[in-house]
């Protein structure tokens, strides 16, 4: 299974960003995905995940309201609609995929990663 994150950029406070995330491989089965997060200095931190099947959303509190989780199966693509972007979520943005239902905001209850894409919010 391989997870291939893109969108990333430098933009300004206020600004939108798209990040995508597709996923492939012959055996690709996952029950949800997620974004997660980390920025420099800092643990890796869960942003947002939603589940495949009936596409089930959860977010964390400081991205809530700005954030939007999406998923389109046909293309096994993830996305993550990023408005009123603050300095704050300036970090590298990691896809990851869930094989089952339960904990979503460890790090640990996802089996596979994308490379990350970095954003960057200026003030």
């Known amino acids: 299974v391989q997870l291939q994150a893109s969108g990333g950029g430098l933009v300004q406070a206020g600004d939108s960003l798209r990040l995508s995330c597709v996923a492939s491989g012959p055996t690709f089965d996952s029950y949800a995905m997620g974004w997660f997060r980390q920025a420099p200095g800092k643990e890796r931190e869960f942003v947002a995940t939603i589940t495949w099947m009936i596409g089930i959303t959860t977010y964390a509190d400081s991205v809530k309201g700005r954030f939007t989780i999406s998923r389109e199966r046909t293309k096994n693509t993830v996305y993550l609609e990023m408005n009123s972007l603050k300095p704050d979520d300036t970090a590298v943005y990691y896809c990851?995929?869930?094989?089952?239902?339960?904990?979503?905001?460890?790090?640990?209850?996802?089996?596979?990663w994308g490379q990350g894409t970095l954003v960057t919010v200026s003030s």
């Open positions: 990851a995929s869930r094989p089952r239902g339960g904990s979503y905001y460890t790090p640990d209850a996802y089996d596979y």
